[in-house]
């Protein structure tokens, strides 16, 4: 069974600190996503990555950095956290060069910067 | 105009009814749509993807895409509480990457 977790489902921080949130997939798959999902905004993308150390910016990438050591983990760096961070933040990934490319969710980190 | 547009809803319907869930679209140029299901404190979940026009069917789900209204559908048979959830419509940009709606919160009253 495809799987995608991240490190914690609840975070709270303060204004200012570094986070860090943790994805891992076990499917081998080549992309990878993080996604930011705020009410009445919908599904954001923050960055993306086709390939290990290899990254691309999404359409919010101001305030936020990302990392890829290892094929199956993607990690999201908020290097200072503030309070307009506060959001939902989704992980997927998906198998390269496939026609409808679908990409499959963790279950989200709900992060509250204080 | 944004690439996909939903409607946020919420929207309520008694068990049993059919729901019609739709987006609009803009730019023709990739011809892969998606439905996703994402169920309260989960992710999103692909429920179906259809190619082009035309109609597909999965049990009580069928997806619809007309291009010449730019137009993308859901219907739900036989809707049931289990499928209250916020359902995303989605087009596939190429890149390997999905433009999605903000999606539409449905509830299924019992």
């Known amino acids: 069974d495809v799987k995608v977790t991240q ?15 943790e994805c891992v997939q076990d499917m081998d798959h080549e992309n990878m996503f993080w996604y930011r999902q705020d009410p009445g905004l919908g599904l954001r993308l923050i960055y993306f990555s086709y390939d290990v150390k290899m990254k691309e910016k999404g359409d919010i990438p101001e305030g936020y950095s990302v990392s890829r050591e290892k ?28 026609s409808y490319n679908e990409q499959f969710f963790g279950p989200g980190t709900r992060l509250t910067v204080l | 105009q944004k690439e996909v547009e939903q409607d946020p809803g919420p929207l309520s319907v008694p068990e ?13 140029a990739f011809q892969y749509f998606m439905w996703y299901r994402q169920y309260s404190r989960k992710g999103p979940e692909l429920l179906m993807y259809t190619y ?23 219907f739900i048979r ?23 709606g903000k999606g539409t919160r449905l509830h299924i009253l019992p």
Do not use: H, W
């Open chain 1, 71 to 98: 094929k199956e983990r993607f990690s999201l760096i908020l290097e200072s956290a503030s309070t307009n961070q506060t959001s939902m933040y989704l992980c997927a990934s998906s198998l390269m060069g496939l």
């Open chain 2, 52 to 74: 082009s026009s035309g109609n597909k069917e999965d049990g009580r789900f069928t997806a619809q895409v007309d291009k010449s209204s730019k137009y993308i559908s859901l």
């Open chain 1, 7 to 21: 490190s914690s489902r609840y975070l709270v921080k303060r204004t200012g600190e570094k986070v860090f949130l």
């Open chain 2, 78 to 100: 036989d809707s049931q509480p289990s499928d209250s959830a916020t359902y995303l419509c989605a087009k596939v940009k190429g890149d390997d990457k999905i433009i999605f």
């Open chain 2, 16 to 28: 049993g009814a059919i729901v019609s869930l739709n987006c609009t679209y803009s730019n023709s």
